[in-house]
């Protein structure tokens, strides 16, 4: 089973944390015994938000040392070949979305539009909302591996990141994902 498969919820008591200073800023690094559960920027929007309010420890596990190997290896400019085991928190919907994610290619971009049509599909469904799809991208909790920052609008507005536009941008032109066509729209549109 791959890391894009095993991306369910766990409800282990402890939680480890730790920070990694990434090129962009502090990133708070959260896992249970056997996954990742979260990766903010410092600050950000949705800031550890699938975190317990006690039952937290700083200390470094397996879990986050391959985890700051993987950030390691990004931040070097490199695709990482290997994901750490994932354990986000969030419903049904919203895991279905960032697995869809996970597949996005390292360099590349999707609209919300086409994640929206590939769930609709999936689904059976006629059609499926690019709002809701913007919503569950914009509360994904592992931020930069499971990759919410490679999805723009489908006319390339940067319609938000919840780590800051200004780290997406950074983070598109890292990965040579960039295009001339991307913008900061006027208005964010950000969940």
């Given amino acids: 089973m791959t890391a894009a498969e095993d991306i369910f919820g766990r409800n282990e008591d402890m939680i480890f944390v730790s920070h990694y200073d990434s ?23 949705y800031f550890a938000s699938g ?14 040392k391959r985890t ?4 390691d290896l990004y931040f070097a400019g490199k695709d990482p070949e290997f994901l750490p085991p994932l ?15 996970l ?4 360099g ?21 909302s690019a709002q809701a799809v913007g919503s569950a991208v914009g509360h994904n909790e ?3 591996i499971v990759p ?26 890292l990965e040579g994902a960039w295009q001339e066509r991307f913008f900061v729209p006027k208005k964010s549109t950000a969940p």
Avoid at 23 to 45: M, N, R, S, T
Avoid at 68 to 71: A, D, Q
Avoid at 108 to 128: N, P, S, V
Wanted: proline content about 4%; overall charge positive; some cysteine.
């Fill in 108 to 128: 590349k971009t999707m609209t919300y539009g086409e994640i929206a049509r590939i769930i609709a599909l999936q689904r059976g469904l006629a059609q499926m």
């Fill in 142 to 144: 592992i931020s930069i």
């Fill in 23 to 45: 090129p962009l800023g502090i990133l708070y690094l959260a896992a249970d015994e056997e996954a990742l559960k979260g990766v903010w920027f410092e600050g950000q929007k």
């Fill in 68 to 71: 700051r190997e993987w950030l």
């Fill in 103 to 106: 597949t996005i290619p390292y």
């Fill in 148 to 173: 919410c920052h490679r999805v723009v609008g489908s006319s390339g507005n940067l319609t938000g990141y919840a780590g800051g536009i200004d780290k997406k941008i950074k983070l598109l032109k």
């Fill in 87 to 101: 354990a986000p928190d969030g419903s049904e919907f919203r895991k279905e979305v960032w697995k869809l994610l």
């Fill in 51 to 64: 975190l317990k309010e006690n039952g937290t420890e700083e200390k470094e596990t397996p879990v986050l």
